[in-house]
């Protein structure tokens, strides 16, 4: 009864908070409508005050975002301002390639799978996955996000952050935008390791100064691999304030389930047994699953492929093994699809992590020896299970332009490529 109020809760503060922040909105842009000439375009140092000190007051958090409502069409203007989603689906990759984004620089803000907290604060509420829940809060947790506002966010952390600042962020540490020094707060007695930063060891984060960092940076992206129907993104395209960019990262299905027997073996060991087993049964509920993903993704790939008009120009299909491949041209074609300057500093990490050794690449590790280990799967995922897959994913593996294998010699042989020569234009 407990979590089924808090839910509630949860909802309503959200509703009030997207209420409040459409009628501010409206306000002000019959405000700018009515002006006789233009507004000098407000630049970082003109931030107020309550924006330049570290204050997480609830008054000063109330503040800053009336004044980011109130300016934010000026100040994006100004800075020509890019916003970035990298989708995905689990063991594609998207840690690795985010990384890209993440070793920008300075004026990146980079945020890791922040939807983590909204699908476990509902799954929690609702006692087991509640899908149109889940997919009907994504887009206004992300476009919140994207504008540097925490106060949606933090209805889903649990427990509750206490004066906006929360120990519990879900994988804090890859994003360098959270551990710098403006964001980093004084280490407290009896925070775990989990709570620290890769490079420095930090308290728990404060989120109005997140937020105050963000506003500083010149280009925003998030990661996520929650979200599987480019549908409910279109409000974040709506939105006149987000210049929004949608990279789509896929991978071979065959590889996915291959790299997911190893890294989830509780969630598939009716795989497993499949594999002592001499027939794989078709109907079972992890193959349909299996399929149900295969189909929603291509659905997906093929509206922003086919340039849906609210996606056109705005959508980038992109394969992970082309990336593992070639990494720093694949990074080159993100960076000027996405209209961003591709910065030295992700050029050297690029280079220092697709070389990595088999000691420093393990199973979660964004270090990779790429070339080699795109195709590992070949030599662990049993034959049958390859046909199966092909059996239930075969429009989506013939979309992105993956070879069936018909025999278990040709799965095995690696001077056979699966991987068809593709173009995916994104223009």
Request: some cysteine; glycine content about 4%; overall charge positive.
């Amino acid at each position: 009864m407990r979590i089924k109020y808090g839910i509630l809760v949860v909802f309503f503060l959200a509703l009030v908070i997207i209420e409040k922040e459409s009628n501010i909105i409206s306000r002000v842009t019959d405000k700018l409508a009515s002006r006789q000439t233009p507004q000098t375009p407000i630049q970082p140092g003109g931030l107020p005050s309550t924006a330049r000190k570290h204050n997480a007051s609830v008054a000063s958090a109330f503040k800053l975002m009336k004044w980011r409502l109130e300016n934010f069409n000026d100040y994006q203007a100004a800075n020509g301002r890019k916003h970035i989603l990298l989708l995905a689906t689990t063991r594609t990759g998207s840690s690795f390639v985010g990384e890209f984004f993440n070793q920008q620089g300075d004026n990146m803000f980079y945020l890791y799978e922040p939807l983590w907290h909204v699908e476990n604060m509902l799954t929690l509420a609702a006692g087991g996955t509640n899908a149109t829940a889940v997919t009907n809060a994504y887009p206004e947790v992300l476009r919140q996000l994207f504008h540097c506002d925490f106060t949606l966010f933090e209805s889903f952390i649990n427990p509750l952050p206490i004066d906006h600042i929360t120990p519990s962020l879900f994988r804090r540490k890859s994003s360098n935008s959270l551990c710098e020094e403006a964001v980093c707060s004084p280490l407290v007695k009896g925070v775990y390791e989990r709570y620290h930063c890769r490079n420095r060891r930090c308290g728990p984060l404060n989120l109005t100064l997140a937020s105050e960092s963000c506003l500083h940076k010149e280009h925003r992206a998030i990661k996520s691999v929650r979200v599987h129907q480019l549908e409910i993104l279109r409000p974040l395209m709506e939105d006149p304030r987000l210049d929004m960019k949608f990279i789509h990262l896929v991978r071979d299905p065959r590889a996915v389930l291959a790299s997911r027997m190893v890294a989830f073996p509780a969630k598939y060991k009716n795989w497993k047994q499949w594999i002592m087993d001499s027939d794989v049964p078709l109907d079972k509920n992890e193959v349909k699953k299996l399929k149900n993903n295969c189909d929603t993704i291509r659905i997906s790939a093929q509206a922003g492929l086919r340039r849906t008009a609210w996606l056109r120009g705005r959508y980038m299909l992109v394969r992970f093994e082309d990336i593992a491949r070639f990494p720093m041209r694949k990074a080159g074609e993100m960076y000027k699809f996405a209209g961003i300057p591709f910065t030295p500093q992700v050029k050297a990490w690029i280079l220092k992590n697709t070389q990595a050794s088999k000691k420093t690449s393990g199973l979660y590790s964004t270090q990779k020896n790429s070339s080699e280990q795109v195709e590992n799967w070949r030599f662990t995922l049993p034959f049958k299970i390859a046909q199966l897959v092909q059996e239930v994913c075969g429009p989506t593996l013939k979309l992105f332009g993956y070879k069936f294998v018909s025999t278990e010699e040709m799965l095995r042989d690696k001077s056979i490529s699966l991987n068809e020569d593709k173009v995916f234009d994104f223009v």
